[in-house]
């Protein structure tokens, strides 16, 4: 069982940033793929970034289209925690955001975030 915790999001005005954090518990945290997804009402939870582990250190990050060049993902393994920079955030970003973990075929899901963007 993996339990995944998240932090960082508020209310932030257009072209501003939020830092997402999401630490997740177990061991073998570094072989984690961890990924963001976003949720608003009226529509499906989509993906934003994701996080691979490929080999040795190598991780493989890859991300929608919609914050590319904006948003960037990384991890601290010895924090067990994957963080999601978020920049020039726009209204279209607000929404909750989950952090998920996959392993060994099995999703797990945090409570998610709420990160709300004026314009």
């Known amino acids: 069982q993996v339990q995944l915790v998240e932090s960082g999001g508020g209310l932030v005005q257009a072209g501003g940033s939020l830092r997402l954090s999401c630490a997740a518990s177990?061991?073998?945290?570094?072989?984690?793929?961890m990924g963001w997804f976003r949720q608003t009402p009226g529509k499906e939870r989509e993906f934003v970034a994701g996080?691979?582990?490929?080999?040795?250190?190598?991780?493989?990050?890859d991300y929608a289209e919609s914050v590319k060049g904006r948003f960037t993902i990384s991890r601290d393994n010895a924090k067990n925690t994957v963080y999601l920079q978020m920049n020039s955030l726009k209204p279209e970003d607000t929404g909750v955001y989950y952090c998920?973990?996959?392993?060994?075929?099995?999703?797990?899901w945090g409570k998610g975030t709420l990160a709300t963007v004026s314009s």
């Open positions: 177990g061991r073998t945290f570094s072989q984690y793929t």
């Open positions: 998920n973990a996959k392993l060994h075929g099995v999703d797990y």
């Open positions: 996080i691979s582990w490929i080999g040795g250190k190598t991780y493989y990050a």
